[in-house]
Each structure stands twice: as C-alpha cells, then as structure tokens.
C-alpha cells in the first residue's frame, strides 16, 4: 500500500539517469514519479532535473511543450538540478546563446570542467546547517558555477569553489549525487526543500 503521507517527487525523464536519482529519492522517503508530460507535473511537490546533455533536454522540452510548465513548477514546488540540470537552471550561461529556464540567478559555463576524459572523483565539502560534511562528488563534464548572484547560497565547495548552491526551494549541482549510494543531499532535498521541515542552511 502506498504511503501519501510521503512527498510526491518527480524525476524528469526525457533523458538522463533518471533511474538512479528515483532509487536515492526513494532512499530518502519520497515517492517518486517520472515526468515526461507536463500534466506529470500536477500531483508533484517536487522536481529533479538529472544531468544529461543540456542542449539535447532542453530540445526535448520544447519539443514535449514542457519550458512554459516547468517554469510555472518552479513557483510552487521545489526544484533540484544536476549537472546539465543545473546548466537548464541557470540564468546566465558563458559563451553560448543557449535557451535555459533562466530560474537561478548563477552564471555557468557547460563543460568546465573539461571533456568526458577529464570526468574525476573527487570528495566535496558540504555545509549544511551548523555542520560541514564530507561527502563524494562524481563530476561527469560537469559544469563550473562561475559567478552567484543575490539571495543564492553555496552549500557546497570543491577546492574552495561553489559546487551546490540554493535558492529558495531551487537547489543545484555541478556533480552527481545519485551515482554514490549517499542519499544525504536527496534527503535534504526531501526534508527541507520539498516538505518545509527548514532548519538554518549554512552559507560556505
């Protein structure tokens, strides 16, 4: 029997891991659902955009009528970009004319990390609340966070560099939490951004 007590949580699903970020949202007590459709988006009280590649999800959301919906989304639920979903989040993107929700106020660059051979494991320190956590960071052609505007958080550094920030109940990264086994950033993700249960988020 399904628990509806439980936040309902969509995984965008036109391309991407979607099934990994599913099982971590689910490890983290949400139920899940994936979104292909914009009336998908109706009965959920958040959203994951996965990575990918960020011309290829954004071409697909225009396709699938779902910009104008996820914009609309974001005014209600909450929101959680990885890699190219953050690309998709973001409101500046550098040396490129790139379509994008243009719903955080940060300044990326796609790739900045390099190319597919550049990819690395590296571990990520986390500041959430009073604590600093230390906890793994697969970065896949990820993206650099190059600059933050007003009102945007960083939650977590690598090298002294923003790595995860926040926004009201809009959260990005440049990694991929979902391929570690560590539901840690999901469930904050579920607990504080989706479901309210806010404690003081720490600004690193």
Same mark, same amino acid.
């Given at each position: 029997m399904v628990d509806k007590s439980r936040p309902l949580v969509g995984v965008l699903a036109l391309q991407?891991?979607?099934?990994?970020?599913?099982?971590?949202?689910?490890?983290?007590g949400a139920r899940v659902t994936r979104v292909v459709r914009?009336?998908?988006?109706?009965?959920?009280?958040g959203l994951v955009i996965p990575g990918g590649e960020s011309t290829t999800l954004m071409h697909l959301a225009r396709e699938g009528g779902m910009v104008q919906p996820l914009r609309d989304f974001?005014?209600?639920?909450?929101?959680?970009?990885?890699?190219?979903?953050?690309?998709?989040?973001?409101?500046?993107?550098?040396?490129?004319?790139?379509?994008?929700?243009a719903l955080l106020d940060?300044?990326?660059?796609?790739?900045?990390f390099g190319r597919q051979?550049?990819?690395?494991?590296?571990?990520?320190?986390?500041h959430i609340g009073d604590q600093t956590q230390n906890v793994e960071g697969v970065f896949i052609r990820a993206p650099r966070i190059?600059?933050?505007?007003?009102?945007?958080?960083?939650?977590?550094?690598?090298?002294?560099?923003?790595?995860?920030? @926040?926004?009201? @109940?809009?959260?990005?990264?440049?990694?991929?939490?979902?391929?570690?086994?560590?539901?840690r950033i999901h469930k904050y993700f579920v607990d504080q951004l989706v479901s309210?249960?806010?404690?003081?988020a720490g600004a690193a």
């Open positions: 991407g891991d979607f099934a990994r970020h599913a099982s971590s949202l689910k490890a983290a914009p009336d998908d988006l109706e009965s959920c009280q974001a005014r209600r639920g909450a929101l959680m970009g990885t890699c190219a979903g953050l690309i998709i989040l973001a409101r500046n993107l550098a040396g490129t004319d790139m379509e994008t929700l940060i300044k990326a660059e796609r790739n900045g051979v550049d990819s690395f494991i590296d571990r990520v320190d986390l190059l600059a933050v505007g007003q009102g945007v958080s960083v939650l977590a550094k690598w090298r002294d560099e923003p790595v995860m920030v @926040r926004s009201g @109940r809009i959260l990005a990264l440049t990694f991929h939490p979902e391929l570690t086994g560590d539901a309210g249960k806010e404690t003081s």
